[in-house]
């Protein structure tokens, strides 16, 4: 089965490629999408390019990764998300969504679409998502889509943030431990 382009009932998701870098850079330099991590705004689109190869890599070597989520009615970007194999042999489920787009459910369709192709590929591997405790859409989605909170602890990258780990069923001590 080809994950590399999927439809579903409102979006086309298709790998992330070099082709997708203005509408990423448009996204990821846009200050309300990372109102919860003001850091993380793209500053350049090399920086965004970067990102786009090693999310391509990511298809090359696990058969999935993230995908360039567009509006089938038009192909208005939406966003990018779905799931990442990470050393940890967990999936790695993320989803940035345009702040035109927020509040609509296109993030939960995104995240069900990543969840079953994570399931297909490598099902052994936990489906987890990392997020900021105030980030109250995305813990939402996270519980939305089934996943639990496994661990809440301060952010080894956000001075005095608090992060959360959520997944699909229970983790290892030691996943955990790499996790934060």
Do not use: C, F
Not at 64 to 74: N, P, S
Not at 93 to 108: E, F, I, K, N, T
Request: net charge negative.
């Amino acid at each position: 089965m080809d994950l590399a382009s999927l439809t579903t009932e409102r979006l086309v998701l298709t790998a992330v490629s070099q082709d997708d870098l203005a509408d990423l850079h448009a996204l990821h330099a846009d200050p309300r999408v990372w109102r919860h991590l003001p850091s993380g705004v793209h500053t350049s689109a090399q920086q965004t390019s970067d990102e786009i190869t090693m999310y391509a890599a990511d298809w090359e070597r696990d058969a999935l990764g993230y995908w360039t989520a567009r509006r089938r009615d038009g192909g208005d970007l939406v966003g990018i998300g779905g799931v990442r194999l990470k050393p940890t042999a967990t999936w790695n489920l993320y989803y940035r969504v345009s702040a035109d787009h927020h509040g609509q459910g296109y993030a939960g369709e995104l995240v069900e679409a990543a969840m079953q192709a994570a399931a297909t590929v490598a099902p052994d591997a936990p489906v987890v998502a990392y997020l900021l405790e105030h980030n109250e859409a995305s813990r939402r989605t996270a519980e939305r889509a089934g996943l639990t909170q496994v661990w809440r602890g301060p952010d080894r990258d956000v001075p005095g943030g608090v992060r959360l780990v959520y997944a699909d069923r229970d983790l290892p001590t030691a996943t955990l431990a790499a996790l934060h």
